[in-house]
């Protein structure tokens, strides 16, 4: 899988390099990412706030279309291929909401800032390895406009023990 993000990436660098427009709704299809409508706040907060051309995405966990989360701690019951797959995942999520918020992926013109919250143990020190499963999603969807500052942070449990959570920052026309 990493392999395919890699070819996509370079598949879009080039295509940039030549200065044709890249259509993002279509670059999902083609490095094999769906989308689906994302489920309600489970509390009393929404999953987006936008101020001026700054949108701000909640956290969000590893949910998969069905509603299901992957879960775990990254260390124990996780390898850190399984919890790169999880952030990718949470990247998935993450978009969802964004095109649900937007309506069109074509309107982000950056991703700014990520926080990225690893469920592990407390010996466990490879939190940007996993975090890659984010980025290099980004990367493969949005090429450098998914370029971001990023924090990758071990947290010691996170809500319903879900894997990872990630919150976003990003640039919207």
């Known amino acids: 899988m990493k392999t395919r993000f890699a070819i996509a990436i370079l598949s879009f660098s080039a295509i940039v390099a030549f200065g044709q427009k890249i259509d993002f709704d279509k670059k999902l299809q083609e490095v094999g ?3 689906y409508t ?3 706040p489970m509390g009393n907060y929404v999953k987006a706030v936008r101020t001026g051309n700054l949108l701000y995405l909640a956290g969000h966990g590893p949910t998969k279309s069905d509603g299901s989360n992957i879960t775990g701690k990254v260390g124990k019951d996780l390898t850190t291929e399984q919890g790169y797959e999880a952030a990718k995942q949470t990247g998935i999520a993450l978009l969802s909401t964004l095109k649900s918020e937007l309506g ?14 690893v469920n592990c143990t407390d010996t466990f020190t490879d939190q940007p390895k996993v975090i890659n499963g984010f980025s290099d999603l980004m990367v493969a969807v949005f090429g450098d406009k998914g370029r971001h ?3 990758a942070v071990g ?3 996170l ?4 894997a990872v959570e990630i919150e976003i920052i990003v640039e919207v026309e």
Do not use: E, F, T
């Open 149 to 151: 500052a990023r924090s």
């Open 159 to 162: 809500p319903s023990n879900i």
């Open 104 to 117: 069109d992926l074509n309107k982000v013109k950056r991703i700014v800032k990520v926080l990225g919250m």
């Open 33 to 35: 990412i769906q989308v």
């Open 38 to 40: 994302p489920g309600k």
């Open 155 to 157: 947290m010691y449990a």
